[in-house]
């Protein structure tokens, strides 16, 4: 059974803080994404990597950066903070060869 | 760029009706189309999806069918039950078969019992 696992599910920080989402996989998945969701605007890509330590941007990347050192782990990294970013965050994975995405429980990040 | 549509952005049905979602794409390339259902709290998780050389799937209440040549697919849920409530996404590969997905904007259903 394929797990996805986020390090928070609740997350509330203040504007400029740097902020550290982390996703871990256990099917040693070679794709991990990072989504975005908001009410209407269903599920927007921010950042995919298709392997270790490559990346590449996705429709909104603004404003966020990642790092995947591991296979199995994909963080997301908010450098600073702003009111616009409080959202939730979903990690997901899959194989190249089957597309499916497997999704994380989400982080509700609140930025004060 | 590419884009995923779906429609209604909300339906409500009573409880043993059916329930049809609709889901346009414009990549002609597109050739994976998964359908996830979302319930309140939870995850997203795969319910069914369709690949580019299959016109129909059905899998007990749940079926989608696709029109290549319209770009569309939709996703029917026939006798609906109460558990069926969720939010539901459609999506797409996009040309560039790196497994990324474009989603549409999510179809909020209450079956109402």
């Known amino acids: 059974d394929v797990k996805v696992t986020q390090s928070s599910r609740y997350l509330v920080k203040r504007t400029g803080e740097k902020v550290f989402l982390e996703c871990v996989q256990d099917m040693d998945h070679e794709n991990m994404f990072w989504y975005r969701q908001d009410p209407g605007l269903g599920l927007r890509l921010i950042y995919f990597s298709y392997d270790v330590k490559m990346k590449e941007k996705g429709d909104i990347p603004e404003g966020y950066s990642v790092s995947r050192e591991k296979k199995e782990r994909f963080s997301l990294i908010l450098e600073s903070a702003s009111t616009n970013q409080t959202s939730m965050y979903l990690c997901a994975s899959s194989s190249p060869r089957y597309n499916e995405q497997f999704f994380g429980p989400g982080t509700r990040l609140t930025v004060l | 760029g590419e884009n995923v549509e779906q429609h209604p952005s909300t339906l409500s049905v009573q409880e043993g009706d059916s329930a049809v979602i609709k889901c346009t794409y414009s990549?002609?390339?597109?050739?994976?189309f998964p359908w996830y259902k979302q319930e309140l709290g939870k995850r997203p998780q795969l319910i069914i999806d369709?690949?580019?050389?299959?016109g129909e799937k059905k899998d007990q209440r749940i079926a989608v069918t696709l029109n290549k040549t319209a770009k569309h697919f939709s996703l029917h849920i026939t006798e609906t039950q109460p558990e069926d409530s969720a939010v539901y996404f459609c999506a797409a590969t996009i040309s560039s078969n790196t497994g990324k997905l474009i989603f549409g904007q999510g179809t909020t259903l209450q079956v109402k019992p």
């Open positions: 369709i690949r580019s050389n299959v």
């Open positions: 990549d002609s390339a597109s050739n994976y």
